[in-house]
């Protein structure tokens, strides 16, 4: 079966508005650059602003992560956030750490044992901490209200569209 000009044009039009990832960036870092001690444990410890680019169609909720997998003994997970609405395009500096929010945005529980956003505070050494955005094809129902890491990625499991990643890095200095 040929497909016509017009058929390809229209498929390649459609494949052209649906991004192959999410753009994640932040007004005070850049991709790969250091993390300003106001957003660590040596500062206010409070989260940093993010932006994303917009989702593809289809997307029901978008979902962050950050985490660190330079951490010692395993990858330390700083900030678990899920069922943000598609419209949103950014979290706001100084985030708060409710579990639940008035939009429907659900916190879950951090390696620091809290829900809300950990900043970085590497024992030595510098450290890359990932920032990742995932747009979903479905809004996540969770057994626990505060669901750590593994429980949000295995609910995410085959409902990720596209994703998106921003890193930082952080070291902190000598006392």
Not at 130 to 138: G, H, N, P, Q, S
């Amino acid at each position: 079966m040929e497909i016509t000009h017009a058929e390809w044009a229209m498929a390649t039009a459609a494949a052209e508005e649906t991004p192959l990832r999410i753009t994640v960036t932040s007004s005070t870092f850049r991709d790969g650059e250091a993390i300003p001690p106001k957003h660590t444990c040596d500062g206010a410890d409070v989260s940093p602003q993010l932006m994303w680019s917009a989702p593809p169609p289809g997307t029901r909720s978008l979902a962050l992560i950050v985490d660190d997998p330079d951490a010692p003994s395993k990858t330390w997970v700083h900030w678990v956030v899920y069922n943000i609405p598609p419209s949103v395009r950014a979290l706001h500096e100084s985030f708060p750490a409710n579990s639940r929010l008035p939009d429907g945005t659900q916190q879950g529980m951090t390696d620091f044992g809290r829900s809300g956003y950990g900043g970085p505070c590497p024992p030595r050494g510098t450290h890359r901490y990932f920032f990742r955005v995932y747009a979903l094809d479905t809004v996540l129902t969770l057994p626990s209200e505060q669901a750590a890491k593994a429980a949000l990625e295995q609910a995410m499991a085959g409902h990720v569209l596209v994703q998106g990643t921003l890193m930082g890095t952080y070291r902190r200095k000598k006392h």
